[in-house]
């Protein structure tokens, strides 16, 4: 695979090489979970439309593992018709269920591009296409890793790689301008400039329709959130108020810091998306696309075999994986409110969580191939108190980076310390609303 992506729209009938994985390294189906290389992801961003798995078990940390039913099946939760999905599923073949989902998928990636296109200058409507044309690439990479034994792999692991770039390229600006946006209202909480809303607003008001940006989680919003009640806004605990004297002297300052970095930062992820729409490897991932909006890349198997015995399997491995990474989290020591254990800015210990977002996604998309019209909000609350638990990690990272510049103020130095460890603490909260949202409720004994 070159550069500038010479034969990344090459028929799937002809040998081609490329990366197996999206972002970083690839892995066979059954091998060790690999989710950043099966979903296209890119910062911020999260969606609607969130599906997931129904019955379930007990693994170490008392984690979840549910398997993956097919709604209306022998113990379903009733959320489906009873035995609607699974007779249409065993009427259809694998290749009709895939090739229409992966049809579907490619004419909307194609829709907004060329939505993209016509926006001209309006930034907003710039804005929300790209989200769209995410949200389309994420799902078609995702169905192409989850149920890769039934395709033409060389071809759509290609791909799948090409997918991950162009996604990631356009979420960065995105990413910059919702990070930007958090941080400086968590220096106006912290200070008590402007109105500060009370802890219910924080808790119960989604603000990202108001921002217009549809993929960026409010640290302390949401139903993720509420599930975690007043204890999950650790950042609202008594121990953690700053010395206000102090940290107003450099407020401004660390404001003004962080703005000049992140509005840089953002200049240079429009540029590179301006750059990379423009390219020849743009255009190639473009021209592939519109190949899978006619012709999928599935194996004869696939043609041979009915949905209702082929696909489920695949999406059940999909959220074994799933809730195996969910059992190597710290769940019982995040249980506990304010328990101090997230506080330590360490990448190491953020990374498993940020594995779980991804296999989350794999296992909804997996659903979603299979049953469209039936959402989890359970999964679909853990997922967005995981994306909360991403924004607060990387808008704590850029505090801590921020307060690394030389020569800066004692006092700026010191606000950008107390924003890092505020934001920390969202990371706390954000791991809390996740345990209590994913580990089974224990009923009440009655007397």
């Known amino acids: 695979m070159t550069p500038g992506g010479a034969g990344v729209a090459q028929r799937h009938d002809q040998p081609t090489g490329g990366p197996a994985g999206l972002i970083g390294t690839g892995y066979d189906f059954g091998a060790a979970p690999g989710a950043r290389s ?13 599906h997931g798995p129904d019955d379930a078990s007990c693994g170490r940390d008392g984690s979840v593992h ?5 709604p209306g099946s022998p113990g379903d939760d009733g959320t489906g018709p009873g ?9 259809r073949t694998a290749e009709e269920v895939l090739a229409g989902y992966l049809h579907q998928q490619s ?9 993209h296109r016509e926006s001209g200058s309006d930034a907003e409507g710039a804005g929300e296409a790209a989200w769209q044309l995410r949200r389309a690439a994420r799902r078609i990479s995702a169905t192409l890793h989850t149920f890769r034994p039934l395709t033409e792999e060389a071809w759509a692991d290609q791909l799948r790689s090409e997918l991950g770039w162009l996604s990631g390229t356009l979420a960065r600006e995105q990413a910059c301008a919702a990070r930007r946006e958090r941080l400086m209202a968590a220096l106006q909480r912290l200070t008590g400039r402007g109105e500060r809303p009370d802890r219910s607003d924080r808790q119960g008001r989604p603000d990202r329709a108001k921002r217009g940006d549809r993929t960026t989680t409010s640290s302390a919003t949401g139903p993720a959130a509420r599930a975690a009640g007043p204890p999950a806004t650790a950042s609202s605990a008594p121990a953690a108020e700053p010395d206000d004297g102090a940290l107003s002297a450099g407020a401004a300052r660390a404001g003004a810091l962080l703005d000049r970095q992140l509005t840089l930062a953002r200049t240079r992820a429009h540029s590179a998306a301006l750059q990379a729409l423009g390219s020849s490897r743009f255009h190639a991932v473009a021209d592939s696309v519109a190949v899978l909006a006619s012709e999928a890349p599935l194996t004869r198997t696939a043609a041979e075999r009915s949905a209702g015995e082929a696909l489920p399997p695949l999406a059940e491995q999909a959220h074994r994986q799933l809730a195996e990474a ?3 989290l710290p769940l019982s020591r995040a249980g506990y409110p304010y328990n101090a254990a997230a506080l330590s800015a360490d990448q190491r210990q953020d990374a498993p969580w940020h594995q779980v977002r991804m296999l989350v996604r794999l296992s909804r998309y997996a659903r979603e191939v299979l049953a469209p019209e039936y959402a989890d909000t359970r ?7 995981l994306e909360w638990h991403r924004d607060a990690a990387e808008a704590a990272a850029a505090a801590a980076a921020a307060a690394r510049t030389p020569r800066i103020a004692p006092a700026t130095a010191y606000a950008l310390g107390v924003l890092h460890a505020d934001q920390r603490h969202e990371v706390e909260a954000a791991r809390f609303a996740f345990g209590r949202v994913w580990l089974p409720r224990t009923p009440e004994r009655k007397s």
């Open 38 to 50: 099966a979903v296209v992801d890119g910062p911020y961003g999260g969606d609607d439309g969130i």
């Open 66 to 70: 549910r398997p993956l039913m097919t």
């Open 83 to 91: 035995g609607d999905i699974s007779t249409v599923l065993a009427a």
């Open 107 to 115: 004419a909307d990636f194609l829709r907004s591009l060329r939505l």
């Open 326 to 328: 969910v059992a190597a």
């Open 379 to 385: 999964l679909a609350e853990a997922g967005r108190a």
